[in-house]
């Protein structure tokens, strides 16, 4: 997954340096200068949040366990009160992407919710970023409740990506999210139909809907065939029942893609 980078503001010059290079991905540098800045007062409480962010990233790449050890205790020492809007907006973002990769989902979910509702303040194409990683984090928290919770988190999953579809058409992270949430709490036939639908305005995604063609191309066939056969044939015939759907997809994709 993408992971939303930092807004280049009007700060003082170590900071935007910072914020410069963790947008390059250049992490290591992006924490020394951060870090190096935090000696100045009146820029501490930033460069804690650039430092901590970068060592998530850099742990994100790298699984070095004491990153996400020092960007916790980092996060945690900044007083927010002397933080403007947009960057309270990136420590709860910051706080999401740790207890996500700590593997505290459910709360991870809650924090990239209030991210989602800030997204305007982090900069264009942040809040699809969020939106994909607060619907991992849903999904990840589903799996470990009990089966019984579990359709109605991947219904509260699947209701808001459709609300995110409305309000933004061209949006992947959505088109994906109806169809395989529809399909996580055992809808098979609406998970179907979302997936058909997102196979068709897929070119009208703001990357051009190759990647969602993938996603949605091995969605269709490793989970949504599978259990539309398991639940509308005989056990006797499921391998039919699926050879017949994958078939079916394989005539619906040719149809409805672009002559090359």
Do not use: C
């Amino acid at each position: 997954m993408l992971w939303p980078g930092l807004v280049l503001a009007a700060q003082p010059a170590p900071l935007t340096d910072a914020r410069r290079l963790y947008n390059e991905g250049r992490y290591a540098e992006a924490i020394d200068l951060a870090e190096s800045a935090q000696a100045v007062a009146a820029n501490a409480e930033v460069a804690r949040l650039i430092a901590a962010r970068a060592r998530l990233e850099r742990f994100r790449h790298a699984s070095a366990a004491e990153d996400l050890d020092v960007a916790r205790s980092a996060l945690l020492a900044i007083d927010a009160t002397r933080l403007s809007a947009r960057d309270r907006a990136e420590m709860l973002v910051g706080f999401g992407e740790a207890l996500f990769l700590e593997g505290t989902f459910g709360a991870a979910a809650e924090m990239f919710a209030l991210g989602l509702d800030r997204a305007d303040d982090l900069g264009p194409g942040t809040y699809d970023v969020l939106l994909d990683w607060w619907a991992s984090a849903m999904d990840r928290a589903a799996q470990a409740t009990p089966p019984e919770a579990r359709a109605a988190a991947y219904q509260r999953l699947e209701d808001t990506m459709r609300l995110a579809a409305e309000r933004d058409p061209a949006s992947s992270i959505a088109a994906y999210w109806v169809a395989a949430a529809a399909r996580a709490r055992g809808d098979a036939g609406r998970a179907w139909a979302a997936a058909l639908a997102a196979w068709i305005r897929a070119p009208l995604t703001r990357e051009g809907g190759a990647s969602l063609r993938l996603d949605l191309d091995r969605l269709v066939t490793e989970a949504i065939v599978p259990e539309r056969a398991r639940k509308e044939a005989s056990p006797s015939e499921i391998d039919r029942a699926s050879a017949e759907l994958l078939a079916e997809w394989e005539r619906f994709k040719t149809r409805w893609s672009a002559a090359r």
